[in-house]
């Protein structure tokens, strides 16, 4: 499987952005993506995740009533829509998926693969 993320990029807090990421090499019909992002200097983090099957998502408590997570599951695609953007909130962001399972995880251990970063940067 491979994921790629984009949509990162220099924003203005308060602004809004969208991130995308792509899944390749194999149909997921079980599991979860998620996404996690690492702030300079600190470690990664988990943001936001969705079950692939049915309504389950989970949300990072710093992100809740700002951030959506959606699938499309026909473009084997997951997005992150981001707003009212904090300058905390700058960081590499990453998608990850896995194949399977049944509760969401909110641990990077729970995660099989992985996209590389995207950037994003959000400025007073």
């Known amino acids: 499987v491979q994921l790629q993320a984009s949509g990162g990029g220099p924003v203005q807090a308060g602004g809004s952005l969208r991130l995308s990421c792509a899944a390749s090499g194999r149909t997921f019909s079980r599991g979860y993506m998620g996404w996690f992002r690492q702030p300079p200097g600190k470690e990664r983090e988990f943001v936001a995740a969705i079950k692939w099957g049915g309504d389950g998502v989970e949300y990072a408590d710093s992100v809740k009533g700002r951030f959506i997570v959606r699938r499309d599951n026909p473009e084997n695609s997951m997005y992150l829509h981001m707003s009212s953007l904090k300058l905390e909130d700058t960081a590499v962001h990453y998608c990850?998926?896995?194949?399977?399972?049944?509760?969401?995880?909110?641990?990077?251990?729970?995660?099989?693969?992985w996209g590389q970063g995207t950037q994003v940067t959000v400025s007073s």
């Open positions: 990850a998926a896995r194949l399977g399972g049944y509760d969401i995880s909110t641990t990077a251990k729970g995660y099989d693969y």
